[in-house]
Nanobody, 119 residues
Framework: QVQLVESGGGLVQAGGSLRLSCAASGSIFSINDMGWYRQAPGKQRELVAAITSGGITNYADSVKGRFTISRDNAKNTVYLQMNSLKVEDTGVYYC?????????????WGQGTQVTVSS
């Protein structure tokens, strides 16, 4: 069994910064891509940023230049540094990881962490 635990969400004023963390634990053999998604009220979940095991990154256009995704492979942890936050960045942020265990490869989700940006 694999668990993803997110932390770092909260309430911040527009223009501020937050740093999210997501640690994977359990019967992990290796982790491929890791990413952050968000879901605003009444909207579909969308990709915010992703990173491969080799460090190649991909960002949604709406966050380019403001957010930075990184990972520590030794700790099975992915981070999302969010700067210059906007009200429209508000939502629940979910971590996702493509994990190989001893018996299978599948995607896992964290429980989500709330990010609220006030004007």
């Amino acid at each position: 069994q694999v668990q993803l635990v997110e932390s770092g969400g909260g309430l911040v004023q527009a223009g501020g910064s937050l740093r999210l963390s997501c640690a994977a634990s359990g019967s992990i053999f290796s982790i491929n891509d890791m990413g952050w998604y968000r879901q605003a009220p009444g909207k579909q979940r969308e990709l915010v940023a992703a990173i491969t095991s080799g460090g190649i990154t991909n960002y949604a256009d709406s966050v380019k230049g403001r957010f930075t995704i990184s990972r520590d492979n030794a700790k099975n942890t992915v981070y999302l540094q969010m700067n210059s936050l906007k009200v429209e960045d508000t939502g629940v942020y979910y971590c996702n990881a493509d994990v190989w265990t001893r018996s299978q490869r599948r995607g896992y989700w964290g429980q989500g962490t709330q990010v609220t940006v006030s004007s």
